[in-house]
């Protein structure tokens, strides 16, 4: 049973910092791809950053150069570090797995960026 499981959502000021992890199970955590995406009310899941197996990375370019993507294939958990929060980044956030056509999806973590 493949499981991906989000936590370090909350409640942050303006200008405040979160890591979000992601720690996943059931798969062969090296060989996915993996991505944060999010997606805020009345609005469509978008991509937030993503890492390749090998280590690439790419971020949408709203939070290019605030966000920053890692992954730690020994204990099967992926990271975003969001830095310099704005209201706009408030939205619930989900991490993906990716390998060729199966994608797995964790059930999301809620980040509110508010004074």
């Known amino acids: 049973q493949v499981r991906l499981v989000e936590s370090g959502g909350g409640l942050v000021q303006p200008g405040g910092s979160l890591r979000l992890s992601c720690v996943a199970s059931g798969i062969i955590f090296r060989m996915y791809a993996l991505g944060w995406y999010r997606q805020a009310p009345g609005k469509q899941r978008e991509l937030v950053a993503a890492?390749?197996?090998?280590?690439?990375?790419n971020y949408a370019d709203s939070v290019k150069g605030r966000f920053t993507i890692s992954r730690d294939n020994a204990k099967n958990t992926v990271y975003v570090q969001m830095n310099s929060l704005k209201p706009e980044d408030t939205a619930a956030y989900y991490c993906?797995?990716?390998?060729?056509?199966?994608?797995?999806w964790g059930q999301g973590t809620q980040v509110t960026v508010s004074s």
């Open positions: 993906n797995a990716q390998l060729m056509q199966r994608s797995y």
């Open positions: 890492i390749t197996s090998g280590g690439s990375t």
